[in-house]
């Protein structure tokens, strides 16, 4: 249906009053499929976050349409977001179909997470599990509880799902990994390039963790922006373009997504602490400068950039007088308006070197070697800075955008990076006062 097409473009451009008013002005279109008009007009509801609507319209969806079960899993959908954990978990129990239930007990996991009742949203995954084997969302939400509890022996082997997840979702994997559980009988073992380049800077650290037999049949595909810094500080390891990886399927071959290595380690804080910090070669100095504050204000990440992103005037005003350093700017991206208005405003002069800090990431890993210390958000910047240990405050969302290695006061994973968590969503006022607040005492 025409109408259908044009509400999902409406949709994609989240104008989701305009699709609300579109389906209803042409109900009668939908005569003779009603149970189509009222999906979709509860799918636009609740994006649009009217979500006691949204469940009024899942709720017309006769039983017996083939739109019941999604419309069940629809309704599960918007009390889990209305934080109605009692009305979903008695909501399960009318369940008969076991995807759909275990599609509700994950909701159920999840918000027995959001009220840090970690034990029932263990077992809320569990049951999710039992109902589901292959609901991906129950096995990588209960590979991220593990992995927020520093159990990383549960939370890898649950985390190799994320790649069938993944996968369903037209995510970056060039291959599916979740079936291999050991790599001893492989005489070439291909590491591949994953997700983000800040997620592959974070799992290639651990190379070295690695048994010396394993790490002798390695060849790295990565991002080609990183094959610098990485044939850098790991030596002797064969490292290529991710462009030039060709799956070849042979039997003495296997090829890993790069955030399955840890699988393969045994990982604790007693050997994440012997990681050596990465080195860079210096190739440039900047004239007449003694100490340095490199600050980074914003996530590039497509779905969570405004979550993750703060205002760069935000961070200026967070610095106490007391510190007597020059900021230069770690932002990748064309951010240079952005710091000309605060130089200007602010009567203060933020260095700008003009390299592309995008593409030309030694430039950035030289620069944040040179900081006394860094102010960034959660993007590639606060993993540069944590694998070369330079000390760094990291602004971290309460939710959105968050992933399971920031979580905590301080993590195993990168020591010299402190977490300063938002209390509430979208908010970084109390964040801003805990920065100001630690800078204030570290320069008394």
Excluded at 436 to 444: A, G, H, N, P, V
Aim: aromatic letters at 12%.
């Amino acid at each position: 249906m025409l109408i259908i097409e044009n509400i999902l473009v409406l949709n994609q451009l989240k104008h989701y009053k305009y699709s609300i008013k579109m389906l209803q002005d042409n109900f009668e279109i939908f005569n003779n499929n009603e149970d189509l008009f009222y999906m979709n007009l509860g799918i636009c509801y609740q994006n649009e976050n009217q979500d006691f609507k949204a469940i009024e319209s899942f709720k017309k969806i006769l039983n017996s349409s083939k739109y019941y079960s999604e419309s069940q899993i629809q309704i599960g959908k918007s009390l889990s977001k209305l934080n109605k954990l009692s009305e979903l978990e008695d909501f399960v129990t009318t369940q008969r179909n076991n995807n759909v239930r275990s599609v509700l007990l994950t909701f159920v996991a999840e918000n027995y997470i959001e009220d840090h009742n970690q034990e029932k949203a263990l077992e809320s995954y569990k049951n999710a599990i039992n109902d589901n084997p292959d609901n991906y969302d129950a096995l990588t939400g209960i590979a991220e509880f593990y992995l927020k509890q520093q159990n990383y022996n549960d939370g890898f082997y649950y985390w190799r799902w994320r790649v069938r997840k993944g996968i369903k979702q037209n995510k970056r994997f060039y291959s599916d990994d979740s079936e291999i559980m050991s790599i001893d009988k492989y005489n070439k073992i291909n590491v591949l390039a994953e997700q983000g380049i800040g997620d592959e800077l974070f799992y290639l650290r651990l190379i070295p963790l690695l048994q010396n037999k394993v790490k002798e049949k390695l060849k790295l595909y990565i991002d080609r922006r990183l094959i610098e810094v990485i044939k850098a500080n790991l030596i002797d390891i064969d490292v290529y373009d991710i462009k030039d990886y060709k799956q070849n399927n042979l039997y003495d071959e296997v090829s890993l997504n790069c955030g399955s290595l840890p699988r393969f380690i045994d990982i604790d804080k007693k050997n994440l602490k012997e990681l050596k910090k990465f080195k860079i070669k210096e190739t440039f100095k900047l004239d007449n400068i003694q100490k340095l504050i490199g600050i980074s204000w914003i996530s590039k990440n497509e779905q969570f950039e405004k979550s993750k992103s703060i205002e760069l005037a935000k961070i200026i005003e967070s610095l106490p007088d007391s510190i007597n350093h020059q900021i230069v700017n770690l932002q990748y991206g064309d951010v240079n308006d952005e710091i000309t208005k605060i130089n200007e405003s602010r009567n203060i002069n933020i260095i700008d070197t003009e390299y592309d800090l995008y593409n030309d990431i030694n430039k950035l890993f030289e620069l944040v070697s040179k900081c006394d210390f860094v102010i960034t958000v959660c993007n590639f910047t606060a993993h540069v800075a944590g694998s070369l240990g330079v000390k760094t405050y990291l602004l971290i969302p309460k939710s959105k955008g968050r992933l399971w290695y920031w979580y905590g006061d301080k993590n195993d994973w990168y020591e010299s990076v402190e977490y300063l968590h938002q209390s509430q969503d979208g908010d970084w006022g109390d964040v801003m006062e805990n920065l100001s607040e630690k800078l204030r005492i570290k320069f008394s």
